[in-house]
C-alpha cells in the first residue's frame, strides 16, 4: 500500500534541531543526520533544520545549504521543514528554492528583520518568497524581530494564499481564539514550548518544538495527550517538564537545550559566537531540571 504524504507537513510535532559542532565548532553532518533520525525514530513527526535553535545566523552559505540536504537525505524531504528567514525577500526566496530543489515539503519564514518593517513590506515579502512554490509557514516572533504579525495581517497573509501555517512565539495564548475567527483554516503551530498545553487546548495543529532534542518521548506523549484534550495525562507531565520547557522562552535558550542533551547523553555540545555559555547559575538550574526529568523516567 502506497503512503501518500500529508500535504501540510507541519502538522504534529516538528523539532527545531540543535545542530552539533565538533570542538572546532565546524558542523558534524554524519551526528546531525544521526540526530534527525533518532528524533524520528522516537515519535517525532519531522525537523525544522536552520531555525534559531540550529544557529542559522552564524552559517555559512554553504554550511546551511547542507544541513537541510543532510536532513532531507536522513528522514526524508516531506518530513523538514527548514527555516529560510533571511534580511531581503530576494534571499530567504532563494533559501525556499534551494528548499524545494532538496525535496522539502515545505518552509518556515520570518518577516522581515532587518528593520521594523510595516504592513505593506510584510505582505510583499511573504508574496516573494511564496513564489518559490513551496507551501509557506509564517514564524511569528516579535521580541526578536519587532515585527508583530498580529491576527489581523496573518489573516491577510492567508487569505491572499501566501502562509498556510502560524508558528506563534508572542507568548499571547489569547490570539489563538482571534486567529481562529479570522482565518479559520490557517493553522496554528505552538511556537513556545512553555505554552504548549494553552494552544493545544486552544486547536494548534502542530508544534515547532526545542525541547525534543533532549526529550522527545516525553514531549511527544506530552503533546498528543494536549491535542487529544486528555488533560489528565497532560497536565502532571507538563508540570515536571516546565521548568525546562520555559527556557525555550529565554535568550539562552540555544545554550540550555544544548546543555540538556549533553546531560541525557545526546551531543549538545558548545555554541558559535556571539552565544557565550550559561552562566554558572543557570547551568545549575538546566542541569538540576534535567537530572529531574531523567530521574522521573522521562529521557
Not at 552559505?61 to 526524508?76: D, F
Not at 487569505?159 to 499571547?172: C, H, M, P, T
Not at 522527545?216 to 503533546?223: D, G, M, Q, T
Not at 542533551?261 to 543557570?282: K, S
Amino acid at each position: 500500500m502506497t503512503t501518500i504524504p500529508d500535504p501540510r507537513p507541519w502538522r504534529g510535532v516538528l523539532v527545531a534541531t540543535a545542530l552539533p559542532l565538533d570542538d572546532d565548532l565546524a558542523v558534524d553532518y554524519d551526528r546531525y543526520a544521526e540526530h534527525c533520525a533518532w528524533l524520528v525514530a522516537n515519535g517525532c513527526d519531522g525537523v525544522v533544520p536552520n531555525g534559531s535553535l540550529g544557529e542559522y545566523q552564524v552559517l555559512t552559505p554553504e554550511e546551511r545549504a547542507r544541513v537541510v540536504e543532510t536532513a532531507v537525505a536522513a528522514v526524508g524531504g516531506e518530513r523538514v521543514m527548514p527555516g529560510v528567514a533571511a534580511y531581503g525577500a530576494a534571499e530567504a526566496r532563494r533559501w525556499a528554492e534551494q528548499a524545494r530543489e532538496a525535496g522539502c515539503g515545505a518552509v518556515m519564514l520570518l518577516p522581515p528583520n532587518a528593520y521594523r518593517a510595516d504592513e505593506r513590506a510584510v505582505v510583499a515579502h511573504y508574496a516573494e518568497v511564496a513564489e518559490a512554490g513551496l507551501p509557506v509557514v509564517a514564524y511569528n516572533n516579535p521580541i526578536d524581530t519587532k515585527v508583530d504579525l498580529v491576527p489581523e495581517l496573518l489573516a491577510r497573509l492567508h487569505g491572499e494564499g501566501l502562509v498556510q501555517a502560524v508558528k506563534e512565539f508572542s507568548g499571547d495564548v489569547r490570539r489563538a481564539y482571534r486567529i481562529a475567527e479570522l482565518a479559520p483554516d490557517l493553522d496554528l503551530l505552538i511556537g513556545a514550548d512553555d505554552v504548549l498545553v494553552e494552544l493545544a487546548v486552544a486547536g494548534a495543529k502542530g508544534w515547532v518544538a526545542g525541547y525534543p532534542n533532549a526529550l522527545p518521548r516525553a514531549s511527544v506523549e506530552l503533546y498528543r495527550a494536549a491535542v487529544a484534550g486528555d488533560l489528565a495525562a497532560a497536565l502532571p507531565l507538563y508540570r515536571r517538564l516546565h521548568a525546562l520547557l520555559r527556557w525555550d522562552s529565554r535568550v539562552e535558550f540555544v545554550q540550555a537545550i544544548k546543555l540538556s542533551m549533553d546531560i541525557v547523553g545526546r551531543h549538545g555540545g558548545r555554541c558559535r559566537p556571539p552565544r557565550v555559555p550559561l552562566t554558572p547559575e543557570q547551568e545549575a538550574a538546566v542541569r538540576e531540571a534535567t537530572e529531574q526529568a531523567v530521574a522521573a523516567g522521562l529521557a
